[in-house]
């Protein structure tokens, strides 16, 4: 637990709240599954499925490996999905090809 609240720590003071102002999802949800390849971004499913920017294929929300913080929102998620924490989340477009809705950022409700 002491290392979640550290990594959200790390990612307020690396990325302050208005770096992701109006990408936030409005449902505050669990993750019920994921799935991740081995050379390409990891899949997740929530409770809750949001797509707020109309991506063809809302049944998946994708965290991009090439994200700078894509091992920090991994684990985050992880961390929720095995807690059976809530989880609210960030949006910024789709993957290539307009296909699922990318996670930006994650926010664990319960801890601010």
């Known amino acids: ?11 307020i003071v690396l990325f302050p709240l208005n770096t992701f102002a109006g990408g936030w999802g409005s449902n505050i949800t669990t993750v019920t599954g994921f799935y991740a390849w081995s050379n390409s971004n990891a899949y997740f499913r929530v409770a809750n499925m949001e797509n707020p920017d109309g991506c063809s294929n809302p049944l998946y929300l994708a965290l ?24 609210q989340l960030s949006y910024n477009g789709c993957t290539t090809g307009g296909y699922y809705p990318i996670i930006n950022a994650i926010a664990v409700p319960h801890i601010w």
């Open 1 to 11: 637990m002491k290392k979640l609240v550290i990594i959200l720590l790390a990612i």
């Open 64 to 87: 991009d490996v090439n994200s700078i913080n894509f091992k920090i929102n991994y684990s985050t998620l992880m961390d929720a999905y095995a807690s059976g924490s809530t989880v």
